[in-house]
């Protein structure tokens, strides 16, 4: 027997990893034979480089960037060898977790250290670089990323913009002559699923621009800013991309990347399965397991439980789910290739207790499913 066991993490409790060696023990308990493939799955947010890394056996690597506000960080990227692919988690440069909430804003925050993470990854000889683009701080449109880059973004003096979205106001020209050349040979994808245009009522400062600390009036600023950017460098580029889905992203990050690097979208967990050959253990498997913190009806807007049993399905394979909590919803996933839902805690405990003895508790629950498995299978 095969079972493909490819669980997202559960946030504030275990890695994917993590998730996926308490499942596979628990099935070893029951099912000393079976052949237990591990693929520590995400989509395309925080854990997407760890994930890749595990199962791809990657390196880990560090760079010294500005954070969102300048201050210094040292942010971690993936490096797949054998492939010269750069695997790009925005948040480790850019991302909301780096500022405290008392000094958020979506005026002044940049994705300049974004920016030199891919230009580590150009020093690095990638031929590819992913950029998950969850988590971000900043509502630049990708300006302070492109800057890092080589674009100058100079105001009718002819002097560089000060960093973040506001400041694109000021904007008069796009100097391109000192874009970095390496840019044009390499490859760009950008897992996400946010399908937001730049600017409107739908787009990036409207809609998340109040979590990173914009006030209303600053929000249609921003917008009103966003807007002017796009229109520069329809010009520059002879190419708008505003509209596009996906440009809202990050603080329009998803726009820089579309108009300046040609970037490609796709799901966050269609790039990580990719990645983890998780079609190719899949296709002969006799069961997949799978699971996040939370099972709901967001679980449906493109989570690693629906990506993993769109692919599931698509060779008839059946899938269980194993999740923290089992939210509103969440049995609609039934009519997308789940066959089964079960929650973590075996009884009445609080969050913190669950969190605490997830591996456990995970366990456990995968020595429950196995048996309840062998009796289906005895009974056909």
């Known amino acids: 027997m095969k079972i493909v066991i490819a669980p ?4 504030d409790s275990l890695s994917a990893q993590g998730v996926a060696d308490a499942i596979a023990l628990g099935l070893a308990e029951v099912w000393p034979d079976a052949q237990l493939v591990k693929c520590p799955m995400a989509d395309g947010g925080e854990g997407t480089v760890e994930s890749v890394l595990a199962a791809c056996n990657g390196e ?3 760079t010294t960037v500005r954070g969102p506000l300048g201050v210094v960080v040292d942010a971690a990227w993936g490096w797949l060898p054998h492939s010269h692919t750069a695997i790009i988690e925005m948040a480790e440069a850019s991302g909301l977790q780096l500022v405290p909430v008392d000094r958020r804003d979506a005026c002044i925050s940049s994705t300049f250290g974004t920016g030199e993470l891919i230009r580590a990854a150009l020093d690095a000889g990638a031929q590819r670089v992913i950029l998950a683009i969850g988590g971000s701080a900043t509502n630049d449109g990708g300006a302070g990323a492109m800057q890092a880059l080589g674009v100058r973004l100079l105001d009718t003096q002819g002097e560089e913009l000060e960093p973040g979205g506001l400041a694109l106001a000021q904007l008069a020209r796009i100097d391109l002559s000192n874009i970095d050349p390496r840019l044009a040979e390499v490859r760009f994808d950008i897992a996400a699923d946010v399908n937001n245009p730049l600017c409107g009522p739908q787009g990036a400062s409207a809609i998340f621009g109040p979590q990173k600390g914009a006030s209303p009036e600053q929000v249609q600023q921003l917008d009103r800013a966003l807007g002017h950017f796009a229109e520069l460098c ?8 505003r509209d596009e889905p996906g440009s809202g992203a990050a603080g329009g990050l998803g726009f820089a990347a579309k108009a300046f690097l040609g970037a490609q979208f796709k799901a966050g967990v269609d790039v990580v399965a990719e990645l983890v ?11 997949v397991i799978t699971g996040e913190g939370r099972f709901d009806a967001q679980t449906l807007r493109g989570k690693t439980p629906f990506g993993v049993a769109r692919i599931a399905r698509q060779h008839g394979v059946p899938v269980i789910v194993i999740a923290g909590t089992l939210g509103d919803g969440y049995e609609q996933m039934y009519e997308h290739g789940v066959d089964a839902a079960f929650a973590l805690p075996s009884g009445p405990m609080s969050l913190a207790q669950a969190c605490a003895h997830a591996s456990q508790l995970l366990r456990e629950r995968a020595g429950d499913i196995a048996r309840v498995w062998s009796l289906a299978i005895r009974n056909r």
């Open 8 to 11: 997202d993490s559960f946030k």
């Open 60 to 62: 880990l690597r560090h």
């Open 234 to 241: 329809a010009q520059a580029l002879n190419n708008d991309v």
């Open 277 to 287: 050959g998780l079609e190719d253990a899949v296709k002969d498997a006799d069961l």
